[in-house]
């Protein structure tokens, strides 16, 4: 039985990510802390703190042993942290190794949050690695999508209703664009959270004490960061949560913008719409109803919109780990356990299920054309009232194509029929019926979007 569809057997095709999943889950999680403990001997002997055949041991010992997290399980339990039980198991595997003498230099001078802090940063970086990866995927889909539809012709849509005539290809641009700005945010990010967590247990580095301590738990740290290619932090964050809680913004960022593209294409696949579907996957069309066999839904789209509103709705929830009281808070700290993997491999599946969708989105342009010509003229209003002031005083014109739209809407007829009917101005009534020379500025921010992308 799996207590959320993530690690389902049976859901976690569709709604969880086993690549991003594999670096959050036990064994990721024990194998990094152990690199840790192996770098801090390395970066401690290298500046005297312990001896170097000490640390030459632990190293070993640290890169080679693997340990069955239900064998943590328990001190776990007990300590409400993982890293006493594994510093044990790792001093009892130094010890067997023949390093009776360099098993009590084993976690010298750190805590518990050094350890598992430091770690996750190592297990982020190579997560967004994986994040960047296919945001960068997607994007460029989007961008070849958008240049290619350019010029195909649809009907906008403003607060649930028909507007104007508008490009699929400015539609497509406007899901593209946020993703290159999270790209550029993700960069400051990186920089933010790939930071060394090294302050022992009240965030000062006291245990490195004695003549000339401050000098040396600096050098400690330095070396340390250096070690695991990370930033040495201006003091201590165990308490300082705003880089995870950073992080967490920007994956409902990246959620809210996949959320609003697969809305949309949810919207656009209704049967009384018609102007997407989502295509087939692996060779097979899916989407099958157990009971209406000519339905299919599109699984994809759903998918990605509820991934989106579950990792999107967890970002307040995140917010409150910032709430550390004092030098450390376990209340706090777990939380943010409980929180972050799930919205990482939520995002993650997002992307995911986003990159097959737009691969094999099917495009029915004649029903986009059709679906203009069923407003009967009512999406040129706003183009009709414009080239009318040209020649009307402004007010005359927006009363005469609002009291039209009222005479289609109750009579029929077609709007640009009624008005050059009902006045002698001189309108190109020809060429205002053309919804393609209603789109405005559309190319040019397309081509605005495509160009901060280098496209």
Known sequence: MSITPFDSALFGPLLSDPELARWLDDRAQLSFMLAVEGALARAEASVGVIPEAAAKVITEVADSLEIDPADLAEGTARDGIPVPALVAALRKAVTAAGGLDAAQYVHWGATTQDIMDTGLVLRLREALDILEDRLDVLAGRLATLADAERGTVMLARTRGQQATPTSFGLKVAGWLAPLDRHLHRLRVLEGNLQVLSFGGAAGNLSALGGSGSQNRAAAVEAALAEELDLAVPTMPWHNQRDSLVELGNWLGLVAGSLGKMAGDILLMC??????????????????GSSTLPQKSNPVRSEAVLSLAR??????????????????RDGVAWQLE???????LVATGAALRQSIDLIASLEIDRSRMH?????????????????????????????????????????????????LAQRTAAPVDWDALRDPASQLGA???FIDRVLSARGE
């Open 270 to 287: 209704q049967n009384e719409v018609g102007e997407l579907r989502e295509g087939a996957h692996n060779g097979q069309r899916g989407g």
């Open 370 to 418: 059709a679906n203009i010509e069923t407003t009967k003229g009512l999406a040129l209003a706003e183009a009709a009232s414009f080239a009318l002031s040209i020649h009307l005083p402004r007010p005359e014109a927006q009363a005469l194509v609002k009291e039209s739209c009222k005479m289609v809407l109750a009579d029929g007829g077609h709007l640009i029929d009624l």
């Open 337 to 343: 356990w409980l929180l972050l993997p799930q919205m």
């Open 442 to 444: 559309a190319e040019a």
């Open 310 to 327: 579950h990792a999107a709705g967890l970002v307040g929830q995140l917010q409150l780990c910032a709430f550390h009281q004092h030098e």
